[in-house]
């Protein structure tokens, strides 16, 4: 069965840092890209950012470009996203999410649970 | 950016109905396009890929259908864990954008 659990999520102040995680379980990992996708309280779906099997390629949405870093490790079936700069409209709950084989595949096919960021002082 | 247009934006429907939700993109992108449910409190499910592919599954009353820039989202016959957002995603060009959302209520 495939499922990916992502943790990391919490309070954090205006300006500062946060380092989500993703473990995924049930397929190759390392055989798909995998994305970042967030969604504001009552808002809707916003991707953030994907990254390609071997990290080599990355694409971040221009909103966070400069302050969100994606990046994965193959041997621990890992995904991560590192948060600087936090501002309040970061403020939402992060899914991570199974791309596909291809880079022009991300069809986003499985989604973990989320991991709810907060920015506020 | 490519900008996804869903309409409408909410509907009530009854259960039995067939509903129909469009997704609108502002250039063509082939058959990049998939569909996602939502319940409340919960993670995106996936519905469709590439237009019209149903995902390993979901329920053959969901179908999907358009190419270009006009598509469609249809659930043959309504039922009560049918209620649900509904987004559309394309996935033809960076950044990889969604529609707004179609809320499906109860009449």
């Known amino acids: 069965e495939v499922q990916v659990v992502e943790s990391g999520g919490d309070l954090v102040q205006p300006g500062g840092s946060l380092r989500l995680s993703c473990v995924a379980s049930?397929?190759?990992?390392?055989?798909?890209?995998m994305s970042w996708v967030r969604q504001a309280p009552g808002k809707g779906l916003e991707w953030v950012a994907n990254?390609?099997?071997?990290?080599?390629?990355?694409y971040y949405v221009d909103s966070v470009k400069g302050r969100f870093t994606i990046s994965r490790d193959n041997a621990k079936n890992s995904l991560y996203l590192q948060m600087n700069s936090l501002r309040a409209e970061d403020t939402a709950v992060y899914y991570c999410?199974?791309?596909?084989?291809?880079?022009?595949?991300?069809?986003?096919?499985?989604w973990g649970q989320g991991t709810l960021v907060t920015v506020s002082s | 950016d490519i900008q996804m247009t869903q309409s409408p934006s909410s509907l009530s429907a009854s259960v039995g109905d067939r509903v129909t939700i469009s997704c609108r993109a502002s250039?063509?992108?082939?058959?990049?396009l998939a569909w996602f449910q939502q319940k409340p409190g919960k993670a995106p499910k996936s519905l469709i890929y590439?237009?019209?592919s149903l995902q390993s599954g979901v329920p053959s009353k969901f179908s999907g259908s358009g190419s270009g820039t006009d598509f469609t989202l249809t659930i043959s016959s309504l039922q009560p864990e049918d209620f649900a957002t509904y987004y559309c995603?394309?996935?033809?060009?960076?950044?990889?954008?969604f529609g707004g959302g179609t809320k499906v209520e109860i009449k």
């Open positions: 999410a199974r791309g596909g084989p291809s880079g022009g595949d991300c069809y986003h096919d499985y």
């Open positions: 049930g397929f190759t990992f390392s055989s798909y890209w």
């Open positions: 990254i390609k099997q071997d990290g080599s390629e990355k």
């Open positions: 250039q063509d992108i082939s058959k990049y």
């Open positions: 590439a237009a019209s």
């Open positions: 995603q394309q996935y033809e060009t960076y950044p990889l954008t």
